[in-house]
């Protein structure tokens, strides 16, 4: 069982390029998130899915777009990279929270750099 | 949405110590985990614990719900305890989301 799957693990980004992070997840698990951790800081959420066809922003979504056309996966978009996305990004799933246990599973995380 | 505060922020102790995080969030819940960043960046799954207690080997949890807060206990802590630990909620109202507080970030010193 492989869980949460991000692709790719490292990526150095010029100032303007484009990119997607990848995010599977092989649960079956209705949501699915994406977050950023700055060094020495918490994880905030960018954007949530509740299902496919469903995506809704979390607290920092400015700079980023996701899609959600199957369950299983919830890629993050970078239109134009910028310094400050420089980040790790850890996507994450759990069952609907109408299930009788919600326990989330991270993936191990993409670490971006911005120069 | 729901708010997560955790404490301390940093904690420092000599192998062997005991300790007690705690986690303080402002609504009921239906979803609460502890999780452990270890220096490498990976989250590992503590305990899923939106109530009651749970213990596994060392460490162990606490939620009251009816109080709002958790508290996670660490005993005999080995260096290997070392990182920041994360506590992540899901409110009643806005169950979609999972809110994550700041961290408390521990370290042990042999």
């Known amino acids: 069982n492989a869980g949460v799957t991000q692709t790719p693990k490292f990526r150095i980004l010029k100032i303007g390029q484009s990119m997607t992070l990848q995010c599977t997840q092989d649960?079956?698990?209705?949501?699915m998130y994406w977050y950023r951790q700055d060094p020495g800081m918490g994880l905030k959420l960018i954007y949530y899915?509740?299902?496919?066809?469903?995506?809704d922003k979390g607290e920092v979504p400015n700079g980023y777009n996701v899609s959600r056309s199957t369950t299983e996966d919830f890629p993050l978009r970078l239109e134009l990279a910028a310094p400050s996305q420089t980040s790790v990004y850890f996507c994450?799933?759990?069952?609907?929270?109408?299930?009788?246990?919600?326990?989330?599973?991270f993936g191990q995380g993409t670490r971006l750099t911005v120069v | 949405g729901i708010q997560v505060e955790q404490s301390p922020p940093d904690l420092i102790l000599q192998e062997g110590a005991n300790s007690t995080l705690r986690c303080n969030f402002s609504?009921?819940?239906?979803?609460l985990q502890w999780f452990h960043q270890n220096p490498w960046g990976q989250l590992i799954n503590l305990f899923y614990?939106?109530?009651g207690t749970k213990q596994n080997g060392r460490l162990s949890a606490t939620t009251v719900a009816t109080e709002r807060y958790s508290l996670l206990y660490i005993s005999s802590s080995q260096t290997t305890d070392s990182g920041v630990y994360f506590c992540?909620?899901?409110?009643?109202?806005?169950?979609?989301?999972?809110?994550f507080g700041q961290g408390t970030r521990l370290t042990i010193n042999p």
């Open positions: 994450a799933s759990r069952p609907n929270h109408n299930r009788v246990k919600t326990e989330a599973f």
């Open positions: 649960m079956n698990h209705n949501y």
């Open positions: 899915s509740v299902g496919a066809g469903i995506t």
């Open positions: 609504d009921s819940v239906n979803n």
């Open positions: 614990i939106p109530s």
């Open positions: 992540a909620v899901a409110g009643v109202q806005g169950a979609q989301k999972l809110v």
